[in-house]
């Protein structure tokens, strides 16, 4: 009998998993795209990207109220800790990493000009105390937290190689149901 996750925990998993992977693709497509299209993807990657934050303040808050099923028994003991440091460390980017491009987009220096629209529905705000900052210190978190956006955003992709690698092995060489865990 598989130990699966529940059916908000599963939801919540793939749909930050499709967010976190388009929003990591499309910096690609914008800078392979002509000028009158980079706007509108980045706009695009700033609304997926605040809905990927509040999800994951949701997942965070599911994850610390709710105990996770037993991994399988044969995983071995540096298998468990190294599958809990990497989850953990998961949680952390799906927080920071738009944490930090909302900061960044809130320190822009055109940011009171071009206000944030979510999906074109209505107005996102931005970080009130960052946008009142001068415009020299404004300059430096800008700049900053952009370099922490990209950064985070590479250490993303080593971390998603790991689990997806992870989960596949267990999967196919160990013969765990290790998908079933996380598919409905
Ligand atoms: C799912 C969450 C997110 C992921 C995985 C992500 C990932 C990335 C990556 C990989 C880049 C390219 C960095 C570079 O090479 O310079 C980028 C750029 C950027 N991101 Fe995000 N991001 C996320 C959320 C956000 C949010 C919430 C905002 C703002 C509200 C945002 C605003 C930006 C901006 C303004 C840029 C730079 C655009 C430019 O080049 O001018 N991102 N992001």
Excluded: C
């Excluded at 629209?117 to 946008?131: A, T």
């Excluded at 985070?152 to 290790?178: C, I, R, S």
Aim: hydrophobic share 55%; glycine share 8%.
């Amino acid at each position: 009998m598989v130990k699966k996750y529940t059916g908000i925990a599963i939801a919540l998993h793939w749909i930050i998993a499709v967010g976190i992977v388009v929003n990591l693709l499309l910096p690609n497509i914008w800078e392979a795209a002509g000028d009158e299209n980079v706007r509108p993807l980045i706009n695009l990657h700033k609304s997926i990207g605040v809905t990927v934050l509040g999800l994951a303040v949701m997942r965070l808050l599911w994850r610390l109220t709710h105990r996770p099923p037993a991994l399988p028994a044969s995983y071995k003991p540096w298998e468990v800790t190294a599958s809990h440091a990497a989850h953990w460390a998961l949680y952390a980017l799906i927080l920071a990493i738009p944490l930090t491009g909302w900061i960044m987009d809130s320190a822009w220096k055109d940011a009171a000009a071009n206000p944030m629209q979510w999906f074109g529905l209505f107005e996102w705000p931005r970080i009130g105390p960052v946008m009142g900052l001068d415009e020299a210190t404004k300059k430096g978190v800008h700049d900053s937290f952009g370099e922490a956006h990209e950064i985070l955003g590479y250490a993303m992709w080593a971390l998603w190689a790991l689990h997806v690698g992870a989960a596949l092995k267990h999967q196919f060489m160990d013969g765990e149901k290790e998908l079933q865990r996380m598919l409905p």
